[in-house]
């Protein structure tokens, strides 16, 4: 069956250090896959877009790897913040007009 | 920045009911979607929409649902029948097309209460 696998568990780092996010998937060849923030009772916030053919795309503190082997894209935050705190969300193409999300991971900055 | 915007906020209905969800997406995007959340749950898609007809719609979508984007702004979803497990919140988002670099703009969400 299709599985977007995000680690349910809640990720706690401290203040200044890189967070890293985990998205594996599996039975899906997507063409492209993004990340998402939602903070609590919003709306999910674009964050990053990285295709197929590219290992790697950076946005300010953000970095997102895509490796179509493993099946499995990446996301670090480089000197977090409190404000970094929020639920992450990686989403992907399965192909035709829709994206599909995973459950999240829950990153919990602290000062 | 340009917003997408739902209205109400939160909506109070009675099962059986129909209710009717607003959303104005970005003026210059040509995508349009809904998805939904249930409390805890992951976010959900239901349905696209593009050139004026549904691109694509998920098992979720059944005939109870059904969207419409009446004039050149609004875009709406149709729940009719509302049922107590109808109740979640529900996103529109627009996309200026796929695959870019800029995702889905999402709105900030209705509350559905189903009672």
């Known amino acids: 069956s299709q599985k977007i696998e995000q680690n349910s568990e809640a990720l706690n780092i401290q203040e200044g250090k890189t967070a890293t996010l985990t998205c594996n998937y599996t039975?899906?060849?997507?063409?492209?896959l993004q990340w998402y923030r939602q903070d609590p009772g919003r709306g999910p916030v674009f964050l990053l877009l990285?295709?197929?053919?590219?290992k790697e795309k950076r946005k300010e503190r953000l970095k997102v790897t895509f490796d179509t082997t493993l099946k499995q894209s990446l996301f670090h935050i480089t000197a977090s913040q409190p404000a970094d705190s929020a639920t992450y969300l990686c989403?992907?193409?399965?192909?035709?007009?829709?994206?599909?999300f995973g459950a999240g991971t829950r990153l919990f900055v602290k000062a | 920045e340009p917003e997408v915007t739902q209205t109400p906020s939160h909506q109070v209905t009675q099962m059986g009911q129909e209710v009717i969800l607003r959303c104005v997406p970005i003026s210059n995007h040509l995508y349009f979607y809904w998805y939904r959340q249930i409390l805890g749950q992951k976010v959900e898609f239901l349905v696209s929409f593009y050139n004026n007809e549904i691109s694509e719609k998920s098992e979720i979508f059944d005939d109870q649902f059904s969207v419409e984007r009446p004039d050149g702004s609004n875009f709406t979803l149709k729940i009719r029948s509302t049922k107590l497990e109808d109740s979640a919140m529900y996103f529109c988002a627009s996309s200026a097309g796929t695959g870019t670099d800029y995702g889905y703009t999402f709105g900030s969400g209705t509350r559905l209460t189903v009672v």
């Open positions: 989403a992907l193409d399965p192909g035709g007009f829709k994206t599909i």
């Open positions: 039975n899906y060849s997507p063409a492209y």
């Open positions: 990285i295709r197929e053919n590219e």
